[in-house]
């Protein structure tokens, strides 16, 4: 059977640097599970790989839709095993690298997704009391219809929120019910990657701050230049928003900045509820020089099967 290597852990903990590392030794292709690098135009704010880093090895799934373009998740789930079907056709080990556990998921499991057509007429009833109630009351009726999909869901989310919640009234079913899943065709090895939650927030924090030095805002101003207003999902992640509301004058860059590191804290948090510690399926790494070269000792021998 083919084979397939996740490399997940939390943002910032290193799986770009390690994942390049780990293709270039293996000669694979990377194929990208970040539900907001399939943007173009969005580079500094999302941490996308560098140019000549998707020059040292090749990339899918990044820089693929334009900002103001829809994508799903079952879009995602096509795109990604078309890139991993063609991978493996050319005698390639494929890398899926990124911290969307629902991407990562959906992959791995071999979700089936719901088909459930866009319900216009709910999902504006809903967007109207986001806007008027704010999107905790959203999440609190999900978690009343349906606990198990709020569990998975990020509460901020609350596009994702609004779509479980839609399909729940559309079919009168939980949303979670609407899912089944399917074994891949490949087997699979997951390399999870993390570090003590302190070391964690001062990477984050450093990132930030770096993201800030490369000219986040110029990129914010550029996108709104070439009219990608802050109402787009798009627009909506962490840093994006922030900067958007620095440029309307709502807050200080300082502010806007720690607001950013804070929210990307809480985000990191929250990918552990996806990729738990506890879960046997994970080959856990603390990001160090020796169990960086274990984990890649670990993938070379999934290959080889020796």
């Known amino acids: 059977m083919n084979k397939l290597i996740a490399i997940v852990g939390p943002t910032a903990v290193g799986k770009t640097e390690f994942a390049i590392r780990l293709a270039q030794n293996l000669g694979g292709e990377i194929i990208g599970a970040d539900s907001r690098q399939v943007y173009r135009y969005m580079d500094i704010g999302t941490a996308k790989p560098t140019k000549a880093e998707q020059n040292a090895v090749p990339h899918h799934l990044v820089d693929i839709i334009d900002p103001n373009e829809s994508f799903s998740l079952a879009l995602y789930q096509e795109l990604s095993g078309n890139a991993i079907d063609n991978i493996h056709n050319r005698g390639k080990p494929a890398l899926l690298v990124g911290g969307s556990g629902l991407y990562v998921w959906a992959v791995l499991e071999g979700w089936t997704i719901p088909k459930v057509p866009p319900n216009a007429e709910v999902r504006q009833e809903l967007q109207l009391k986001a806007k008027s109630e704010g999107g905790d009351a959203l999440y609190r009726e999900l978690n009343l219809l349906d606990p198990k999909a709020a569990q998975k869901i990020d509460p901020r989310n609350v596009r994702r929120v609004i779509r479980a919640l839609e399909v729940c009234r559309s079919t009168g079913r939980p949303f979670s019910e609407l899912s089944s899943k399917n074994s891949p065709e490949f087997d699979t090895l997951i390399i999870g990657l993390s570090t003590p939650r302190d070391e964690l927030y001062r990477r984050i ?102």
């Open 205 to 306: 924090d450093s990132r930030v701050d770096g993201m800030i030095e490369q000219g986040l805002v110029e990129e914010v101003k550029s996108l709104l230049g070439r009219g990608y207003g802050l109402e787009l999902p798009s627009m909506s992640g962490m840093g994006y928003r922030e900067i958007g509301q620095f440029l309307n004058g709502e807050m200080s860059l300082p502010e806007a900045a720690q607001r950013i590191k804070f929210e990307t804290h809480r985000f990191a948090r929250h990918q552990y509820a996806w990729f738990r510690l506890g879960d046997e399926r994970i080959h856990w790494f603390e990001t160090r020089q020796k169990t960086m070269d274990d984990a890649l000792n670990l993938a070379r021998t999934m290959l080889t099967g020796e």
